[in-house]
Structures are given as structure tokens and as C-alpha cells.
């Protein structure tokens, strides 16, 4: 890759490329060629890893405050100035299209830039003891070594969120990109070590999943895990983490519902939801996946949707005149059109797309089901595509009974003009993130995470730093 120096692992400040390990390809989910061959990391480089982490953790929580924090606004320079470097790599290695992986690019860079300032802003409390010769204190430290692990739907912000707390918070980090999508996150490490972080305080690794969890999870070495990725796979780390008494923070993806009110703009709001639901292919957590419209406005509602949907125009992520890229992996292609035929057989009906494109690559047509009802999959099920099922509600009840049928409590998003209902609708969801009238809900500032089988822990905003830092109690005499 352009500007990208050896690609693969990094351990303890050294790159490590792919003619010294067994590889793996990366490929072009437009169904180009292999965009990379990267190493797989052995047992010996995972043991390597761990021991630059506990000696990285030894010289980055021994750097204050304003030092981590120009390192980290350095990150966030170096990426605003290669926007376009990173853009184009997570393109080719994911998919999006090219405007979004700007937009990623420098969403990422605002994580860096926010937690710049959380570094110094870390407190502690003195507090007066039962005698005059007594302090009693607390001190907030970092706790250790990180073990972090992301999924590839957002293959350099996903990384960024953890990378940027973790190591604001003086933590050091071995870091486990998705392998479907690693480069982004080799090239943010990159920036990072041109930025100035000490060695062993970033370390990257990647091969075999499962094993390298399990090996990370388990070392003394590791003090926290943070894991963005699928139920299944966050149950697979909970339980290592539970075997070696280590906490641990999840996002493991959501259903969102949007509840569209009848006293709201029924082709305003398809408009918006259409741009925020095919955004990346449909594969975002937060992402709107099912709409639960008021009856009176329900039909109205549909058209509007189908209308704006089948306008998009679908191809390869690098042509700029993309909207909708392909998915990113060949079996998550197939996942959502299980859902498709599921609910089809279940009595749905497909008012736009509903099948694969009959081109090369992973493309799957911007879908709408409309008559879709609770026993079919895609109600439950995460969809992480395309496709939007429609359903109808008729009182506030009913909408929040549907709403909050599934496992999941990520985002939910509520569309009304009475500030009655946004509040009541708002506070009866079960989910950590709302948005009321909008669905730009993810922004730097902000805690970002959810409940339920959809994870605990934050990243973002004030919130996202506290996953990093331990309390210590300090009693005095004098």
C-alpha cells in the first residue's frame, strides 16, 4: 500500500512483513484483486507482543499528561494531513465509498483531538481525614496493558475510539484489527509511531482469531478487554476474561428501531432514513434496521423510502459517483439474503431489490420489505445489510412493545413534532443511544455503547476515558 511502510505486525516499535510469516490475503470486496498479503502472527510474536506491552505501559504511563497529550493531537494532525491515503486504503481493503472513508478518516482524527484534552483533564480527590493528622486521597491510574479487538465495518474508527481513551488514559495496547480489513489500523499505527509514541505502547497483531484471543486474554500481562464486534464472539471473550478475573468493555452491534409518528414529515423523514440506513451498505451497529411507522402515514412513508432508495447508485467504492459499496465479506452477503428469502416466505413483500447483483464482487441490491411482521428473522436478527423492513404500529405502546422485542439495546431513533412523545418515546426505549429527529448520533464527544446483549462499557466523550483508569485509595498519617 501507497505510504504504508511494511505492512504488518508491529511489536515493541519494529514492523514485521509478510516474507517472514505464513500470510494472509486481503481482498477487494469489489472483487478486484488481493489488495495486500499480511503475516500471520505466531505464538513466539504474540509472547513478543505482550512483553513490549508491560514495558510500553511502563514508559507511556511514566509520560505526563502534556506530552501523551501532543502525541495524541500529533496523531490526529497526521491523519487530517493523509486523509486521502487513508480513505483510499480503507476503500479497496472494505468497500465503502470513497466520501465515507473520509469521513471516517476524520471522525477518527476528532477521537485523537478530543482525547488529547481528557489526558489532562484525569482527577483525583484529597479529602480530610477523621484527624487533623490523617489525608485521606484518591489517585486515577491507568490500568495496564489492553487487550483490543475490532470488527471490520469501520476499520480505522473502530480502532481510533479504543486507541485514543486507552492510551490518553496512559494505558499501553496490543490491538487486534478484523483481518478482513487490518490495513486502516496498520496505517493509524503508523501515524501513531511517527507521532511520537514510545515503543511497545502500540502493539499490532493478526492471524487466527480465536487463538489470539485466547492467548492475549489469558497472560497476566493483559489488565483489560475491549472488544467491537458480534454477540457470539463477546460471549467467546467474556468468557475468557471471566476465567482470568479481568473486566472488560463490549459493543457487540444493535437492531434499531426508528419509530416514525404519524405527526411527523412522512417524505422528510424517509429521505433522511434512507441516507442514514444504506450508509456503508447497512453495515454499521448503530445503523436504522427497522422502521415502525404510524399507521395513517405508513403507505406514505413507504413510497417516499422505495423512491429515495432506488435512486442510489451502487458500484465499487473508488468511483466517486458510489453511494452504496458492496458488502465486505462474501458470507455476510449471504447472511442477508437469508434474511430476505426468510421473511419473503414469512409473508413479506420486496418493493425494491431483494437479491444479489449479477456483476463481480459483493453487491446486493438497496432492499425495502414492507409487511413484515415479528416472526420473521429480520426482526430479530441484525440485518448488517441493505435491507429495510417496514412495519406499522398504532399507539405509542404498541411502537415501544416492538421497539424493545429484541435482544439488543444499542440505538433507537424516534421521529415526532410533539416533544411530549419524543420524551416518553425517548425514556421508554431500551437502548444506551437515542436520537430524536436525527440519526447523526456518533460523535467524538459524546458516550457511545449500549445494553442488553448489545454491550456495556462507553467510548466517547468523558465516559469513554473512565474504561481505562482504576481508582486508588491513599490513607495518610502525618
Same mark, same amino acid.
Given at each position: ?14 514492523? @514485521?512483513?509478510?516474507?517472514?510469516? /505464513? ?5 477487494? =470486496? ?11 502472527? &505466531? ?16 514508559? !507511556?504511563?511514566?509520560?505526563?499528561? !502534556? ?9 490526529? *494532525? ?34 485523537? /483531538? ?7 483533564? @484525569? ?28 470488527? !471490520? ?58 487463538? @489470539? ?22 460471549? +467467546? ?9 479481568? =473486566?472488560?468493555?463490549?459493543? %457487540? ?19 433522511? *432514513? ?22 395513517? @402515514?405508513? #403507505?406514505?412513508?413507504? $413510497? ?21 459499496? =458492496?458488502?465486505? &465479506?462474501?458470507?455476510? %452477503? ?35 420489505? &414492507?409487511?413484515? +411482521? ?6 430479530? +436478527? ?27 439495546? %444499542? ?18 426505549? #431500551? ?45 495518610? $498519617?502525618?
Amino acid at each position: 500500500m501507497q505510504g504504508l511502510t511494511s505492512p504488518g505486525l508491529l511489536i515493541d516499535g519494529r514492523w @514485521i512483513g509478510a516474507s517472514e510469516r /505464513d500470510r494472509f490475503a486481503v481482498e477487494d =470486496p469489489s472483487g478486484g484483486a488481493p489488495v495486500a498479503h499480511l503475516p500471520r502472527a &505466531t505464538t513466539a510474536d504474540l509472547d513478543a507482543a505482550l512483553g513490549a506491552a508491560a514495558l510500553g505501559f511502563e514508559r !507511556w504511563r511514566a509520560t505526563d499528561a !502534556w506530552r501523551r497529550s501532543e502525541v495524541l493531537r500529533g496523531v490526529a *494532525a497526521i491523519m487530517r494531513r493523509d486523509v486521502e491515503l487513508f480513505a483510499l486504503t480503507m476503500t479497496l481493503e472494505q468497500g465503502k465509498p470513497l466520501a465515507e472513508s473520509r469521513a471516517e478518516t476524520l471522525a477518527t482524527a476528532d477521537q485523537f /483531538d478530543w482525547y488529547a484534552d481528557e489526558t489532562r483533564r @484525569i482527577y483525583g480527590r484529597l479529602l480530610d481525614g477523621r484527624s487533623d493528622g490523617r489525608r485521606l486521597l484518591t489517585r486515577r491510574e491507568p490500568i495496564g496493558p489492553i487487550a483490543a479487538f475490532t470488527a !471490520w465495518n469501520f476499520p480505522l474508527l473502530l480502532p481510533g475510539r479504543k486507541l485514543a481513551a486507552a492510551l490518553a488514559a496512559g494505558c499501553s495496547v496490543v490491538l487486534k484489527p478484523a483481518e478482513e480489513a487490518p490495513l486502516s489500523a496498520l496505517r493509524l499505527a503508523q501515524a501513531c509511531v511517527e507521532a511520537g509514541l514510545p515503543d511497545g505502547a502500540l502493539n499490532v497483531v493478526m492471524g487466527d482469531p480465536a487463538a @489470539i484471543s485466547a492467548h492475549l486474554i489469558a497472560s497476566p500481562t493483559i489488565r483489560k478487554v475491549s472488544l467491537t464486534g458480534s454477540v457470539p464472539v463477546g460471549r +467467546t471473550l467474556l468468557h475468557h476474561a471471566a476465567e482470568a478475573v479481568k =473486566p472488560s468493555a463490549m459493543e %457487540l452491534g444493535g437492531h434499531a428501531p426508528v419509530l416514525v409518528f404519524a405527526d411527523a414529515d412522512p417524505r422528510a423523514v424517509a429521505q433522511a *432514513a434512507v441516507a442514514a440506513k444504506f450508509r456503508n451498505a447497512g453495515q454499521v451497529c448503530a445503523s436504522p434496521t427497522r422502521f415502525l411507522v404510524e399507521a395513517p @402515514i405508513a #403507505e406514505a412513508f413507504q $413510497e417516499a423510502f422505495v423512491e429515495a432508495a432506488s435512486g442510489l447508485t451502487v458500484g465499487p467504492g473508488a468511483d466517486p459517483a458510489t453511494e452504496v459499496g =458492496p458488502l465486505t &465479506t462474501r458470507r455476510q %452477503l449471504e447472511a442477508v439474503h437469508g434474511l430476505v428469502e426468510d421473511a419473503v416466505g414469512h409473508g413479506a413483500t420486496v418493493r425494491l431489490g431483494g437479491a444479489a447483483l449479477d456483476r463481480p464482487g459483493n453487491f446486493y441490491a438497496p432492499s425495502v420489505l &414492507t409487511g413484515v +411482521t415479528s416472526e420473521m428473522a429480520i426482526m430479530t +436478527t441484525e440485518p448488517f445489510g441493505p435491507v429495510a423492513p417496514i412495519a406499522t404500529f398504532d399507539t405509542l405502546d404498541d411502537a415501544i412493545a416492538q421497539a424493545n422485542a429484541t435482544p439488543f439495546g %444499542l440505538a433507537s431513533y424516534v421521529f415526532t413534532t410533539s416533544t411530549r412523545t419524543a420524551f416518553l418515546a425517548s425514556e421508554r426505549l #431500551e437502548a444506551g443511544m437515542v436520537g430524536v429527529g436525527t440519526f447523526a448520533i456518533a460523535t467524538a464527544e459524546a458516550p457511545f455503547g449500549g445494553v442488553k446483549d448489545s454491550g456495556f462499557g462507553r467510548e466517547g466523550g468523558p465516559e469513554g476515558i473512565e474504561d481505562y483508569l482504576v481508582t486508588k485509595y491513599m490513607a495518610i $498519617e502525618l
